[in-house]
Nanobody, 119 residues
Framework: QVQLVESGGGLVQPGGSLRLSCAAS????????MGWYRQAPGKEREFVARITVGSSTNYADSVKGRFTISRDNAKNTVYLQMNSLKPEDTAVYYCNVRRLLGTTMYEHWGQGTQVTVST
């Protein structure tokens, strides 16, 4: 099975920056994509950003131009650089990994890391 360990969350003022990290271990072969979702209190979990094995990226409209997703294949780690943070970005951020085995796609989730943007 795949284990995902997230880090880098914390408290930051509006306009500040944070970098989230997610390190994958275990059965990490055949990874198709890695990405980030977030969930604010009382709201549904939503897509934030994703990067594929071919290094294609995709972002939610609300974070385009402010967030950047990247990966380090040697460390099996995905990063989310968050700049110009807004109070609306406050949420628990979850790492997501997809593995393609044959014709079956497997999905794995981290435990989440808290990001709070406030004065």
């Amino acid at each position: 099975q795949v284990q995902l360990v997230e880090s880098g969350g914390g408290l930051v003022q509006p306009g500040g920056s944070l970098r989230l990290s997610c390190a994958a271990s275990g059965s990490i072969f055949s990874i198709n994509a890695m990405g980030w979702y977030r969930q604010a209190p009382g709201k549904e979990r939503e897509f934030v950003a994703r990067i594929t094995v071919g290094s294609s990226t995709n972002y939610a409209d609300s974070v385009k131009g402010r967030f950047t997703i990247s990966r380090d294949n040697a460390k099996n780690t995905v990063y989310l650089q968050m700049n110009s943070l807004k109070p609306e970005d406050t949420a628990v951020y979850y790492c997501n990994v997809r593995r393609l085995l044959g014709t079956t796609m497997y999905e794995h989730w981290g435990q989440g890391t808290q990001v709070t943007v406030s004065t």
